[in-house]
């Protein structure tokens, strides 16, 4: 298959699950394949794993990249690691992206990641879903680097969220107010 357009220029998959942008997929180091190639992956979404525990803890979890790739075949995984455990993750064919921090109290801000815009939900939709479900997960940052998730029930008004919490997930808000919200959609509370 030809990657060369009738003007002449080569065609760039940017959707490619494979694509890096500032260096060649890991199909065009293998073989030389050119983008739009047979290994071509359209990304419908993305994932982004976020470990920041010692080697042995992110070498484990690797064990969720199957069934996860199972169940979205065609998302693009990043993961976020301290920056020793990056090799740990390097090859992996599961994981599209990796991700160092150089330390594990690095400011948020190079943590932190914008939504694309295509991607992003408007007003009217958050208010829709935050007014319709009632299940949530929350991820706090507890101690050192370590972050709490915890599922709960939610109430929406006024732009607000309402809970009621107690435990780990308290004491961390009251530290340090970064926080992950995760609302989830057709779940059973137990299921969670």
Same mark, same amino acid.
């Given at each position: 298959?030809?990657?060369?357009?009738?003007?002449?220029?080569?065609?760039?998959?940017? @959707?490619?699950?494979?694509?890096?942008?500032?260096?060649?997929?890991? %199909? +065009?180091?293998?073989?030389?394949?050119?983008?739009?190639?047979? +290994?071509?992956?359209?990304?419908?979404?993305?994932? =982004?794993?976020?470990?920041?525990?010692?080697?042995? @803890?992110?070498?484990?979890?690797?064990?969720?990249?199957?069934?996860?790739?199972?169940? +979205?075949?065609? *998302?693009?995984?990043?993961?976020?690691?301290?920056?020793?455990?990056?090799? #740990?993750?390097?090859?992996?064919?599961?994981?599209?992206?990796?991700?160092?921090?150089?330390?594990?109290? *690095?400011? #948020?801000?190079?943590?932190?990641?914008?939504?694309?815009?295509?991607?992003? #939900?408007?007003?009217?939709?958050?208010? *829709?879903? #935050?007014?319709?479900? %009632?299940?949530?997960?929350? *991820?706090?940052?507890?101690?050192?680097?370590?972050?709490?998730?915890?599922?709960? %029930?939610?109430? %929406?008004?006024?732009?607000?969220?309402?809970?009621?919490?107690?435990?780990?997930?308290?004491?961390?808000?009251?530290?340090?107010?970064?926080?992950?919200?995760?609302? @989830?959609?057709?779940?059973?509370?137990?299921? =969670?």
């Amino acid at each position: 298959m030809s990657s060369m357009s009738t003007s002449g220029f080569r065609e760039i998959a940017f @959707d490619c699950k494979f694509f890096r942008g500032d260096r060649p997929c890991t %199909w +065009h180091k293998k073989t030389g394949v050119l983008c739009t190639c047979e +290994h071509y992956a359209k990304v419908e979404e993305q994932v =982004l794993i976020v470990k920041l525990d010692a080697m042995g @803890d992110v070498l484990r979890s690797t064990a969720l990249l199957p069934p996860l790739a199972e169940v +979205h075949p065609h *998302a693009a995984i990043t993961w976020l690691t301290r920056r020793e455990s990056v090799p #740990l993750l390097q090859g992996n064919p599961f994981v599209s992206e990796v991700l160092g921090l150089n330390h594990p109290t *690095a400011p #948020l801000q190079e943590i932190i990641m914008a939504i694309a815009k295509e991607l992003a #939900l408007d007003a009217e939709q958050i208010n *829709a879903i #935050l007014s319709t479900e %009632w299940n949530m997960r929350i *991820a706090t940052l507890g101690p050192g680097t370590r972050i709490n998730v915890t599922p709960m %029930w939610f109430g %929406w008004a006024g732009g607000k969220i309402y809970t009621f919490g107690r435990g780990q997930k308290v004491i961390n808000l009251r530290k340090n107010t970064t926080c992950t919200v995760l609302v @989830d959609r057709n779940e059973k509370f137990p299921e =969670l």
